[in-house]
């Protein structure tokens, strides 16, 4: 079972079947991802970068994009 950490709802966890017939971790619907640069908890180096056909950005703790 997967839980949200501090400071993230439960609720809002989710997943979809990705292409390759994955599942996908959501939150708030956004499709979660890792950054193989960040290091450590709270290091954001992949903000607002447009890659891979999209724009990827943080979402915060109710699911919004920060900007």
């Known amino acids: 079972m997967i839980a949200a950490g501090a400071?993230?709802?439960?609720?809002l966890l989710g997943s979809?079947?990705?292409h390759d017939?994955?599942?996908q971790l959501t939150y708030a619907g956004h499709p979660l991802?890792?950054?193989v640069g960040d290091r450590s908890p709270?290091?954001?180096l992949c903000q607002a970068v447009a890659e891979y056909g999209g724009r990827w950005y943080v979402v915060?703790?109710?699911g919004?994009?920060?900007r």
């Open 60 to 62: 915060d703790a109710q």
């Open 7 to 11: 400071g993230a709802h439960d609720g």
């Open 33 to 35: 991802y890792y950054y």
């Open 21 to 23: 017939g994955r599942l």
């Open 64 to 66: 919004a994009t920060i």
């Open 16 to 18: 979809v079947r990705r």
């Open 42 to 44: 709270g290091e954001v």
